[in-house]
């Protein structure tokens, strides 16, 4: 067993629109490549994985155990990020090696199996599936209708002698789509195998989830003190009182924090912050919603969006709108678009209505992909 299995991770998956490659988006219980090297791992059929990424997404596979695990940095086309992988590995004299792209989780050690064994024979593999849908291509303006029966598609993996494959990719100047192009330019001969229907590229974030959604409600009260500052949305309002309270009193951000956590279904602020607790004792809000965020971003919740109602007779709430918006939207890192905050008298009456007191409750909209 002289074989090498090489995922190309290094593409930035522009159709893809997220703020992060889709091969580190997760997909059915684990990160998308993670579906390609743990099957390459159990297989066994593999001396060495070869990931091929950029640089700043390599903590992603620290879990993995480093003697089996290759890391090499990604390129700028395609073809650059494949010769790195095919030159780090020269070394070790490789006798085959695979080649495979990270965006192709769905396929079977079946068919890595065939692939090896065909390769010992064969030099060039290529998994391929008749295409479903009719094909058109253009000649000088002019269209065509590609013969179905006569046209299919090419997938990852690919199977090469390590020695031909590394000979026709350092004299590679084009980028290319897959090593099969390269081959194929070459006029070498092919040994094309059945490709799996199911080994689809994920090219949209529609292929992955669609994501679900997640709703909490939150609602906090204060009341209102001399001699203290007014902290609303993390901001300081002037005011004659402020809240009165084991933390900064902040009732928006604490109704936020309720709502977070009533989404995800994780219990309530007073668990996490408890006021008998002398280490929180005027602590800042944002500090106390900072690690609840962090949290719901490991587990893949984005906050989409969030109704806030501020309930008191003054200060009033359209004076200072825009500017607890501002300051919502920074500490929560959503957009101010996303944000939308009402204030709400209570026609003087009660604790609320004799300024004694200010109350909020608001509502969150969050999403994950599972
Ligand atoms: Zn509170």
Redesign the pocket.
């Known amino acids: 067993m002289n074989n090498y299995f090489i995922i190309l991770a290094a593409g930035k998956g522009r159709r893809f629109k997220q703020n992060k490659p889709k091969q580190f988006f997760n997909y059915n219980g684990k990160m998308l490549i993670n579906h390609s090297i743990d099957k390459a791992l159990e297989s066994k059929l593999f001396k060495k994985i070869v990931i091929v990424a950029s640089k700043k997404y390599k903590k992603y596979f620290k879990k993995y155990r480093k003697n089996k695990i290759l890391i090499v940095n990604g390129g700028k086309e395609r073809k650059d990020s494949s010769i790195n992988a095919l030159k780090r590995i020269k070394n070790f004299k490789p006798k085959y090696v695979l080649i495979h792209d990270a965006a192709r989780p769905d396929f079977s050690i079946k068919l890595l199996r065939n692939l090896t064994n065909y390769v010992k024979k064969y030099k060039v593999v290529i998994p391929v599936i008749s295409s479903n849908d009719s094909i058109k291509y253009k000649i000088k303006n002019k269209i065509f209708n590609l013969e179905r029966d006569k046209s299919f598609l090419t997938q990852t993996p690919q199977a090469f002698s390590f020695k031909e494959l590394y000979k026709l990719a350092i004299k590679q100047k084009k980028n290319i789509t897959d090593e099969a192009a390269l081959f194929i330019n070459h006029n070498y001969k092919i040994k094309f195998i059945s490709g799996e229907n199911l080994n689809k590229k994920i090219t949209y974030l529609d292929d992955i989830k669609t994501p679900k959604t997640y709703f909490g409600i939150g609602f ?1 009260m ?1 009341k209102l003190v001399k001699n203290k500052k007014l902290f609303l949305g993390g901001i300081k309002i002037p005011f004659h009182s402020g809240l009165k ?1 084991h933390s900064d ?1 902040d ?1 928006i951000l ?1 109704a936020v924090i309720d709502s977070i956590l009533g989404a995800v279904q994780k219990k309530d602020i007073g668990t996490y912050f408890p006021s008998n607790n002398k280490k929180f004792k005027s602590i800042r809000s944002p500090k106390m919603l900072k690690p609840i965020l962090d949290n719901i971003r490991k587990e893949n919740y984005y906050i989409n969006n969030l109704d806030i109602n501020l309930i008191c007779e003054n200060p009033k709430v359209s004076k200072y709108r825009k500017k607890i918006i501002g300051s919502l939207s920074k500490i929560i890192g959503l957009n101010n678009n996303k944000i939308n905050l009402k204030g709400k008298t209570v026609e003087k009456l009660g604790l609320i209505g004799k300024e004694k007191a200010i109350a909020c409750e608001v509502i969150v909209s969050l999403i994950k992909y599972d």
């Open positions: 906090d204060h309270g009193g009732v604490h």
